[in-house]
C-alpha cells in the first residue's frame, strides 16, 4: 500500500470558494508533484517540487499555488475555484531508484467538483 | 513532438483470457518506460519498469516488453482475473533533464467479465 495520502478524496463546493488539496507523505521522498486527470485523458503535471521550498510550474497551466515547507507535505491550494477546475488532482512523489530512473508513488486522488 | 500512443482505448475479454496491450511512443532521448495500472477511483501503480537495454520483464501474470528501436512496448496479462480491470498507462521518461520528463499515454481501459 502507498505511503502517501490525499484528502479530501471528493470534494464539492460552489464558484468562487477558496480550498486546500492536502499531500503528505511518510516516505521521506524529496521530489513530490501534483498532476490533474480527466476521464479517457493523459496524466497532466501541473506542479512540482524538487524538496523543502522548491516549486516549479509544470506543463499544464493552472491557477493553483502550491507549497512546501515540511518535505512530507506539499498542499495544492485554489484562491478561488471555477467550474473549469473540476478534475481529479493526483499527488505523486519520488526517490531515485538503483537505475537513476524516478519511480512515481501516487496517492489515491482528489476529485473536485466545482458547482 | 513527443507522444506515447496507446491501443486499444478499451478492451473487453472473459476471465482466464489473456490478452497484450499496446504502447508506441515517439519520445526522445529515451530513458526508461513504465506501466502503471490505475484501478477506478484510486491513483496509478507501478507495474513494470524498463530501461533502454532490458527487452522484457515480468511482475507476476504482467509481462512486459520493450522494442527499443521500434519505440514500442507491449504489456501481457496472462490468466486475466476480475481484479484486472483497470486502466493500464503507459510512461515513458527522457533524459533530457535531471528530473526525467515523463510522457504519459491516455491508457487502455480494460475490462474483464465473468
Known amino acids: 500500500e502507498a505511503d502517501i495520502y490525499q484528502t479530501p478524496r471528493y470534494l464539492v463546493i460552489g464558484t468562487g470558494k477558496k480550498i486546500t488539496l492536502e499531500c503528505s507523505q511518510t516516505m521521506g521522498h524529496d521530489k513530490m508533484y501534483w498532476y490533474q486527470q480527466d476521464p479517457g485523458m493523459e496524466l497532466h503535471l501541473i506542479h512540482y517540487s524538487y524538496g523543502v521550498n522548491s516549486t516549479e510550474k509544470g506543463d499544464l497551466s493552472s491557477e493553483s499555488t502550491v507549497s512546501r515547507i515540511r518535505t512530507e507535505h506539499f498542499p495544492l491550494t485554489l484562491e478561488s475555484a471555477r467550474p473549469s477546475h473540476t478534475s481529479q488532482y493526483l499527488c505523486?512523489?519520488?526517490?531515485?531508484?538503483?537505475?537513476?530512473?524516478?519511480?512515481?508513488?501516487f496517492g489515491a486522488g482528489s476529485r473536485l467538483t466545482v458547482l | 513532438k513527443n507522444q506515447v500512443e496507446q491501443s486499444p482505448q478499451s478492451l473487453i475479454i472473459l476471465e482466464g483470457k489473456n490478452c497484450t496491450l499496446q504502447c508506441n511512443y515517439t519520445v526522445s532521448p529515451f530513458s526508461n518506460l513504465r506501466w502503471y495500472k490505475q484501478d477506478t477511483g484510486r491513483g496509478p501503480v507501478s507495474l513494470t519498469i524498463m530501461t533502454f537495454s532490458e527487452n522484457t520483464k515480468s511482475n507476476g501474470r504482467y509481462t512486459a516488453t520493450l522494442d527499443a528501436d521500434t519505440k514500442q512496448s507491449s504489456l501481457h496479462i496472462t490468466a486475466s482475473q476480475l481484479s484486472d480491470s483497470a486502466s493500464y498507462i503507459c510512461v515513458v521518461s527522457d533524459r533530457g533533464s535531471t528530473l526525467g520528463r515523463l510522457y504519459f499515454g491516455r491508457g487502455t481501459q480494460l475490462t474483464v467479465w465473468p
Open positions: 505523486a512523489s519520488s526517490d531515485p531508484t538503483a537505475t537513476g530512473a524516478n519511480v512515481l508513488t
